[in-house]
């Protein structure tokens, strides 16, 4: 169902928005594309009344206030500091603003968090030199029969031929510990393909929306989302996943569709979030701004656009840190022990 909504929403906002096109009936000056910019985020972004709700946003005097700051001397550079000042308001890691230069974002979603993840001794106490690699995952056997899977990035592709190698590589062991922190997303393929080998039946995971006009309520009824079983080598023990806050948009919806699977226990921090599939338009002058305009909800048909919280929080200590031990991996390992 995923591959094929993903597939769809450029197709449905090319028919359903006709705005998804360059905004050539606004004067390419300061105000003219400042207002294009507000008016793409007021007609096309999918969280205006949600964020209303839960941080107080308030975009519909958002052109008025920032408007004030513009001036007809400014250059582009000042402009473009205006406009990612604007968008800063959203909140939203998917949002962004480019130009040939430099390319706006939002990253206090994770960087007023801590970190709860150190490469440095992930690799030095856990993965080592003799670990093995499948597409895009690092795993091993850890000393006291744990099975280590680490997935950085959802960019870096997985076969089903690479998932039946690791399952089977692992099968013996006690537990599983799937580590997913740090991974920003990527390709929702890759992430669903990972889960499918945690579920023998098929299960609803949540469900996702449509923006169909320019209003802030005009959405698609929600479609349900499901997680199928997969035809390889499935993982029948107990397993943990490991999360931070710079588990988003992919990683994000990962963590959402495995939560639901029975053995699986999430554990760690609350993810970074980032629920809504992005579009992209062009201003006047032709600098691109990408948005979220397709939201997704979990089982419940709850939010998670600010993220997921674990089944167990752990944090990483100071004192680990400094012995070169991760909490939450140990943390783990006496979980699936029990």
């Not at 000042?78 to 974002?105: A, T, W, Y």
Request: aromatic share 12%.
């Amino acid at each position: 169902m995923r591959k094929l909504y993903i597939l769809l929403c450029p197709l449905l906002a090319a028919l359903l928005l006709p705005g998804c096109v360059r905004e050539d009936e606004i004067d390419n000056t300061p105000q003219g594309n400042l207002y294009a910019l507000w008016k793409i985020i007021d007609e096309r972004y999918c969280f205006l009344d949600y964020k209303a709700q839960a941080t107080g946003l308030d975009w519909s005097g958002a052109y008025s206030r920032y408007s004030n700051r513009l001036s007809e001397g400014m250059n582009s550079y000042q402009l473009f500091e205006v406009m990612c000042d604007m968008l800063s308001e959203l909140q939203d890691g998917h949002v962004n603003l480019s130009i040939p230069s430099d390319m706006g974002r939002y990253w206090a979603w994770h960087e007023d968090y801590p970190d709860n993840f150190s490469a440095s001794v992930i690799e030095r106490t856990y993965l080592g030199t003799d670990y093995k690699i499948a597409g895009g995952i690092k795993y091993r056997i850890l000393d006291d029969n744990t099975g280590y899977l680490y997935y950085e990035s959802f960019s870096n592709g997985i076969g089903e031929g690479n998932l039946d190698e690791i399952m089977h590589y692992l099968r013996a062991c006690n537990g599983l510990i799937v580590d997913v922190r740090n991974n920003s997303g990527g390709r929702l393929d890759y992430a669903e393909r990972l889960a499918q080998r945690f579920t023998n039946e098929h299960i609803l995971t949540g469900y996702t929306s449509h923006k169909t006009g320019t209003g802030h309520n005009d959405f698609s009824t929600p479609t349900a989302d499901y997680l199928s079983p997969s035809t390889g080598i499935r993982w029948q023990k107990r397993a943990v996943v490991l999360t931070n806050r710079r588990c988003y948009s992919a990683t994000n919806t990962f963590v959402r569709d495995i939560k639901e699977c029975p053995l699986v226990t999430i554990m760690g921090d609350r993810t970074g979030g980032g629920s809504g599939l992005p579009f992209s338009s062009e201003l006047p002058n032709g600098w691109l701004v990408r948005f979220s305009a397709c939201p997704m909800y979990n089982a419940r048909m709850e939010q998670i656009e600010f993220g997921i919280d674990p089944d167990i929080a752990v944090n990483q200590s100071s004192d680990d840190t400094l012995k070169g031990v991760d909490s939450l991996i140990e943390t783990a390992r006496t979980f699936l022990k029990k």
